[in-house]
């Protein structure tokens, strides 16, 4: 690249040509991002096993005090044939409260749970069933919630203090919340500390991504995503053997809790953004971490370069905000869609796992499988991203949305076939979800990408909080469900045609490189 070239543009994609877009530097950046994926997966999975409802009986349905002990009571009977623990809340109970500050059921001689599957859960602990089962549910949505809070909040909080510092707090938040919730006294605890939890795992989601996609070059960009989206699937299915071995809930919180402590070597070892520094007017800091960045790819930048970029004129520093997502016509247009997007992806791909989950199989073999198909799901995604963000988006919510709208046109006595259906909607919604990272991150420019995604991820969140309500609409028509999850996606593949294609073009720096089509116009960036 000539001297002349470089002074005429400079953008930081320019800089990543020069110093290797995907060298030692980066990788050992992929390591320290990756890492925290798999207690991230085993935060957010957790609840099925910490929050599993065994079958359970009324002490005082029994016909006498002498009544056996669980352990030696046939639970099976309970269950409906949906393998629901139903029955058991229609025996006469008499009632009472504990006084604790614990909800408890209103059994006056207690619940009996079978111990077969779990030692203990939440559930069983502060008897969450029947009258109270609702109370099991409000937990997982303030959890939910909490995710929510932390896309807003981090997102936003990401783009003034840094990529770093962000992942950092809410590494060190997670670690001692998880820890405490492996302690809490009573069960309002419990779900205030998970709520914190919640908060911090979309502070590290986002930002992790963020920083990784901000130093890799434009060819090798969509790596940050799916690389980290196998850790999330690698941690997804070694919690079902972590679970298999740890059957007491308190136990289990603090296994996958206790590790996150060893995260307090990133206060060493994690390095800024310098795209953010550079968007930020913070050059020197900027050009510190390049130099490094460069001597670790063994392509050091000459003295006489340096000087020349580092005295290239900036723009007058703007500070900006959310309202700029949507302040400018273009960028408007594609941040509403993004936003739909990211909605669609979670709201469909939490509805199809709570609807195929119920195999009636092994609560523990479930989970790896489940995490076991999603793995292909994301490997295809790497043949064809490079190619074209755009068409790979378009295609995998077509075929997720398609798959999943066929189911309703299947007999009821057909099962296998409708399940094989769902299996390729939930692969194409997989695909589909694994893209928009990457897609969403090259759409937002830099000074205000943090606060896309966070407003992104919270759109996300509404679509997990809302998904487990979807299935109340079975009371209106069996096919409800199924049908909004073939239409969201199919609706967000024909809106995917009104985004830029960004494969293999540089990140867009400024809005007004959005507003001039600068994204759709430039090359690769590599001369």
Same mark, same amino acid.
């Given at each position: ?6 002074? =005429?543009?400079?953008? %930081? ?5 020069? #110093?290797?877009?995907?060298?030692? %530097? ?79 059921? +209103?059994?006056?001689?207690?619940? !009996?749970?079978?111990? !077969? ?27 939910? %919630? ?19 510092? *962000? ?25 205030? $500390? ?7 795992? @979309? ?33 997804? *299915? ?6 298999? $071995? ?14 996150? &402590? ?17 968007? +930020? ?6 050009? =510190? ?46 941040? $509403? ?25 092994? *609560?523990?073999?479930?989970?790896? #499988? &489940? ?19 755009? &068409? ?19 007999? @009821? =006595? ?21 893209? #928009? ?6 759409? &937002? ?72 089509? +600068?994204?759709?116009? =430039? ?5």
């Amino acid at each position: 690249m000539s001297s002349v070239y470089l002074q =005429e543009r400079m953008n %930081f994609d320019d800089i990543l040509c020069l #110093i290797g877009g995907f060298g030692k %530097f980066q990788k050992t950046l992929f390591v320290w991002i990756c890492l925290p994926q798999i207690f991230l997966a085993f935060h957010m999975l957790v609840s099925v096993f910490t929050g599993a409802v065994p079958p359970h009986l009324c002490r005082s349905s029994w016909p006498s005090a002498g009544a056996p002990a669980s352990s030696n009571f046939n639970f099976s009977h309970l269950a409906d044939p949906d393998g629901r623990p139903e029955l058991s809340c229609t025996a006469p109970l008499n009632h009472s409260s504990a006084g604790d500050g614990s909800p408890t059921g +209103n059994c006056q001689r207690g619940w !009996e749970y079978s111990t !077969e599957t779990f030692q203990s859960t939440t559930v069983t602990e502060w008897n969450l069933v029947c009258d109270s089962a609702s109370l099991n549910n409000m937990a997982s949505s303030i959890y939910m %919630f909490g995710l929510l809070v932390g896309a807003v909040v981090f997102g936003s909080l990401a783009d003034k203090y840094g990529r770093r510092n *962000i992942i950092l707090v809410n590494l060190a938040s997670q670690a001692v919340f998880g820890v405490g919730s492996a302690f809490a006294p009573n069960f309002y605890v419990y779900i205030a $500390l998970r709520f914190v939890v919640g908060t911090s795992i @979309s502070g590290v989601i986002m930002n992790a991504f963020v920083l990784g996609t901000e130093w890799t070059g434009s060819k090798e960009r969509m790596l940050a995503g799916i690389i980290t989206d196998y850790f999330f699937g690698f941690g997804y *299915i070694l919690l079902a053997g972590v679970a298999y $071995l740890i059957r007491d809930w308190r136990k289990l919180q603090l296994a996958i809790s206790a590790p996150g &402590f060893l995260f307090v070597f990133y206060i060493w070892l994690l390095p800024k953004s310098a795209r953010w520094l550079m968007a +930020n007017d913070r050059k020197e800091e900027a050009w =510190e971490l390049i130099r490094k960045a460069a001597q670790m790819n063994g392509r050091p930048l000459s003295k006489d370069l340096q000087m020349r970029k580092v005295e290239e004129k900036t723009e007058v520093k703007k500070k900006h905000s959310v309202i700029d997502l949507v302040r400018t016509p273009k960028m408007r247009k594609q941040s $509403l869609i993004v936003f739909y997007l990211w909605f669609a992806n979670v709201f469909v791909y939490y509805g199809l796992s709570l609807n195929i989950s119920d195999f009636g199989m092994n *609560i523990y073999l479930t989970q790896m #499988i &489940f995490g076991l198909v999603e793995m292909p799901a994301r490997t295809i995604t790497l043949f064809t991203l490079n190619r074209s963000r755009k &068409f790979s988006q378009l295609a995998f919510l077509a075929v997720g949305g398609t798959a999943c709208l066929l189911t309703i046109f299947i007999p @009821s =006595e057909l099962s296998v076939v409708k399940t094989v259906l769902a299996m390729i909607g939930k692969f194409g919604i997989t695909a589909s979800l694994s893209i #928009i990272y990457v897609y969403s991150a090259e759409v &937002f420019p830099t000074v205000i990408r943090q606060n896309g995604i966070g407003m992104s991820s919270m759109c996300a969140r509404t679509g997990g909080v809302l998904a487990p309500m979807m299935y109340l609409l079975k009371g209106i028509s069996p096919q409800v469900p199924m049908v909004l999850c073939g239409l969201c996606p199919l609706l967000g593949s024909a809106l995917t045609l009104l985004l830029p294609e960004t494969a293999n073009k540089p990140l867009p720096d400024t809005i007004e490189d959005v507003e001039g089509s +600068n994204i759709s116009e =430039e090359g690769d960036g590599c001369l």
